[in-house]
């Protein structure tokens, strides 16, 4: 069987970002205008008046600093609260190709690979911006590559899903070179008037190249050693927006319309099901976590992170071990792994171990072993 390597990753970056202080300022806003407005329903006890939100409690509770965002403007008109993004002509590119050919090609460039040598495009990402054609042909068309492509949604695990998906392609001797893009837009689908969920979310794009070892040139890779995968259904993380609202005669902007969360259960139920899963699968291939450098975890919660790298090292992760992008990124679903991974693998000895872990909505977890090698 033909081994996969990763031989380069590129990382798209909007140019907006916007702290805890102006998100949270925003929101306590709109929060007052609201109490004003229902002032009298308040007094009556007919409603409930509404609280600020906090920047100590988001960066306490979750480690958030700041995020990037295709537009801060909408997002922080306390009379708008969703970012604005003029719709396109459909000759032009759509935003999710933009931000993929910005990622693809850096990582293009770093794997020193032809966009016309690509024979497998999937973009893989939480929310797609229409239903056909697939987001992955267009990219497809825009970077002159070659073979087939396809969109794929596992939420917050899609990348490591199509690492997988693009392995096996590889693998089996179907494909030569695969292009993964994750173009996420989380904003768009964030409730900005929701306190418990409103500082949780960033956007971003990351690209991924993987090729068969005796394909790639590139002199610094990483083989993919081994992935698994895992799912099990939950309510806890929801988002009911689909293409039947139109006909089931419910409000399409109602709240359950947008990103849902039980975070405290989502908090319970992940951290052992992913801890589980990525020592599961290093043991299935006689490893041990006193023996990885490096852990690229999802980035939803610093201290999840902290929880899952404790359980799978097996002590407290050495500084730089389990890197830590969230703060300055939020939860960037499942490019967040990604950013990791490309932000913090230069001082990767040859030989050093590492496991990309995203998890997420499903619930759904991707753990894949890599390796650090030089041709
Ligand atoms: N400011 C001040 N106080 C607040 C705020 C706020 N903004 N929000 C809540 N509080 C208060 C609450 O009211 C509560 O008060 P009290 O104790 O008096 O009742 C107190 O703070 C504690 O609230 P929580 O129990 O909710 O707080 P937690 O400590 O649990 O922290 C977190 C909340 C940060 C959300 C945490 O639970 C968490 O991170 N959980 C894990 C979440 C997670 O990993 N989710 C994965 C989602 S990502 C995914 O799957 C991808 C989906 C697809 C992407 C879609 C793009 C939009």
Same mark, same amino acid.
């Given at each position: 069987?033909?081994?996969?390597?990763?031989?380069?990753?590129?990382?798209?970056?909007?140019?907006?970002?916007?702290?805890?202080?102006?998100?949270? !300022?925003?929101?306590?806003?709109?929060?007052?205008?609201?109490?004003?407005?229902?002032?009298?329903? +308040?007094?009556?006890?007919?409603?409930?008046?509404?609280?600020?939100?906090?920047?100590?409690?988001?960066?306490?509770?979750?480690?958030?600093?700041?995020?990037?965002?295709?537009?801060?403007?909408? +997002?922080?008109?306390?009379?708008?609260? #969703?970012?604005? $993004?003029?719709?396109?002509?459909?000759?032009?590119?759509?935003?999710?190709?933009?931000?993929?050919? @910005?990622?693809?090609?850096?990582? $293009?460039?770093?794997?020193?690979?032809?966009?016309?040598? +690509?024979?497998?495009?999937?973009? @893989?990402?939480?929310?797609?911006?229409?239903?056909?054609?697939?987001?992955?042909?267009?990219?497809?068309?825009?970077?002159?590559?070659?073979?087939?492509?396809?969109?794929?949604?596992?939420?917050?695990?899609?990348?490591?899903?199509?690492?997988?998906?693009?392995?096996?392609?590889?693998?089996?001797?179907?494909?030569? #070179? !695969?292009?993964?893009?994750?173009?996420?837009?989380?904003?768009?689908?964030?409730?900005?008037?929701?306190?418990? %969920?409103?500082?949780?979310?960033?956007?971003?794009?990351? /690209?991924?190249?993987?090729?068969?070892?005796?394909?790639?040139?590139?002199?610094?890779?990483?083989?993919?050693?081994?992935?698994? $995968?895992?799912?099990?259904?939950?309510? @806890?993380?929801?988002?009911?927006?689909?293409?039947?609202?139109?006909?089931?005669?419910?409000?399409?902007? !109602?709240?359950?319309?947008?990103?849902?969360?039980?975070?405290?259960?989502?908090?319970?139920?992940?951290?052992?099901?992913?801890?589980?899963?990525?020592?599961?699968?290093?043991?299935?291939?006689?490893?041990?976590?006193?023996?990885?450098?490096?852990?690229?975890?999802?980035?939803?919660?610093?201290?999840?992170?902290?929880? +899952?790298?404790?359980?799978?090292?097996?002590?407290?992760?050495?500084?730089?071990?389990?890197?830590?992008?969230?703060?300055?990124?939020?939860?960037? %679903?499942? /490019?967040?792994?990604?950013? @990791? $991974?490309?932000?913090?693998?230069?001082?990767?000895?040859?030989?050093?171990?590492?496991?990309?872990?995203?998890?997420?909505?499903?619930?759904?977890?991707?753990?894949?072993?890599?390796?650090?090698?030089?041709?």
């Amino acid at each position: 069987m033909t081994h996969a390597v990763i031989t380069g990753t590129g990382l798209y970056t909007p140019a907006h970002a916007i702290d805890n202080e102006a998100l949270v !300022a925003s929101f306590n806003t709109w929060v007052d205008k609201e109490n004003a407005r229902h002032a009298n329903a +308040i007094e009556r006890g007919e409603r409930e008046s509404l609280v600020h939100s906090s920047t100590e409690f988001i960066v306490k509770a979750s480690g958030i600093h700041s995020r990037y965002v295709l537009d801060a403007e909408g +997002i922080l008109d306390p009379e708008r609260m #969703r970012p604005r $993004l003029p719709q396109r002509a459909n000759e032009e590119n759509s935003i999710q190709c933009e931000m993929g050919l @910005a990622a693809a090609r850096e990582a $293009l460039d770093r794997a020193l690979v032809a966009a016309s040598d +690509i024979d497998l495009v999937i973009v @893989a990402c939480s929310n797609l911006e229409r239903s056909y054609p697939a987001v992955a042909v267009e990219l497809q068309a825009a970077l002159g590559a070659g073979g087939y492509a396809f969109d794929m949604n596992v939420a917050c695990s899609s990348a490591t899903f199509a690492i997988e998906t693009a392995a096996n392609a590889i693998g089996n001797g179907n494909v030569k #070179r !695969a292009l993964v893009v994750n173009p996420e837009i989380c904003s768009a689908h964030l409730n900005f008037r929701d306190r418990d %969920s409103h500082f949780i979310f960033g956007d971003a794009c990351t /690209a991924i190249v993987i090729e068969a070892d005796d394909v790639a040139v590139a002199t610094s890779r990483f083989e993919i050693l081994g992935t698994r $995968l895992v799912t099990r259904y939950s309510n @806890a993380i929801r988002n009911n927006a689909g293409f039947l609202n139109r006909v089931t005669d419910s409000d399409p902007l !109602a709240e359950d319309k947008l990103f849902l969360q039980e975070g405290r259960r989502v908090f319970k139920d992940v951290c052992p099901m992913v801890a589980q899963l990525i020592t599961d699968h290093l043991a299935s291939l006689q490893i041990t976590g006193d023996q990885l450098a490096r852990l690229w975890l999802h980035q939803a919660n610093r201290h999840m992170n902290d929880l +899952i790298a404790r359980r799978v090292l097996g002590a407290d992760p050495m500084p730089g071990q389990a890197p830590v992008i969230l703060d300055r990124y939020a939860n960037t %679903s499942s /490019a967040g792994s990604i950013i @990791a $991974l490309h932000l913090h693998h230069d001082d990767l000895a040859d030989g050093a171990l590492g496991v990309v872990c995203s998890f997420g909505a499903g619930y759904s977890a991707g753990s894949v072993l890599l390796r650090k090698a030089k041709k």
